[in-house]
């Protein structure tokens, strides 16, 4: 299995204050990779600067995708390329409905325009495997949503754009666990439908439970604190993070 993701001494910045320092990774292809760590350990802002977020200034180091060096690369580009994110806290576009959202978005990644009929069957496949009321295909994105409806119209975009690689923020914050479910049954869709890598940050893991975990990376203070497979993730959920990391340099 070829590698799909390599993060080499990743050091980033925001507003001349360091937050990343020297972050090493590597996800291969097709595996589902779990980031870890406190609020303020730095999962977050590795996220989105994988994702190209200008927010955020790399100052050392590199990001390289499929082979590509990409660290210079816009949001946009990358997107193109097949990478996702979905956000800890989905934001609300007025003026722009939930479908012509996802069929612009389509098309633009794609760079192919798409048949309104095979797109609204697509859409109504997709909402139905997530138990989303197809009503909300045609409101303001995210507006007047619950959280729940919102993380559910993220794993939509999942399932409708099929990124080669999803970083899936805090994807279960402040679901219940019927909605946990719900948006499990969504990521297993992309990843059987898909084979795609999901990189998963989250500081409790509840949508763990369906999930196969290959590698889990453990953040603390902005650097890579400990790394082991699936069962590092169990060990924090058990114990906490400050007993698994005892006896580490965090």
């Known amino acids: 299995m070829s590698d799909i993701l390599k993060i ?8 001349d204050t360091e937050l990343l320092h020297g972050i090493d990774m590597t996800v291969g292809e097709g595996e589902t990779h779990l980031l870890m760590g406190h609020n ?35 949001a946009d580009k990358r997107a193109k390329r097949g990478i996702f994110l979905s956000f800890q806290s989905p934001v609300e ?10 069929r612009n978005a389509l098309e633009q990644v ?13 859409l109504k496949a997709a909402m139905a495997l997530i138990g ?33 690689l999803a970083i899936l923020d805090e994807t279960d914050s402040g679901l219940d666990v019927d909605a946990v479910k719900t948006v ?6 992309y990843r059987k439908s898909v084979g795609g890598t999901l990189l998963i940050i989250t500081h409790n893991a509840k949508i763990l439970e369906s999930l196969k975990v290959d590698r889990t990376h453990i953040l603390s203070n902005g650097r890579v604190a400990k790394e082991g497979d699936g069962e590092l993730a169990a060990q924090v959920l058990e114990s906490g993070f400050e007993n698994t990391l005892s006896g580490v340099e965090k």
Do not use: H
Not at 93 to 102: A, N, Q, V, Y
């Open 40 to 74: 303020g350990a730095g999962k977050s802002t590795l996220g989105c600067t994988i994702m190209g977020s200008p927010e955020y200034k790399v100052t050392g180091g590199r990001i390289v995708f499929d082979g590509d060096d990409i660290t210079q690369e816009s």
């Open 93 to 102: 576009i007025p003026g722009i409905t939930l479908s012509e959202f996802l």
């Open 132 to 164: 989303m009321d197809e009503s909300y295909a045609e409101r303001d994105l995210n507006v007047g949503f619950s959280g729940g409806e919102k993380k559910k119209a993220e794993i939509l975009q999942l399932l409708i754009l099929k990124p080669r």
């Open 184 to 189: 499990s049954k969504g990521i297993e869709e």
């Open 110 to 122: 794609s760079g192919k325009r798409m048949k309104l009929w095979d797109f609204k069957k697509q």
């Open 8 to 15: 080499e001494g990743l050091t980033v910045a925001a507003e």
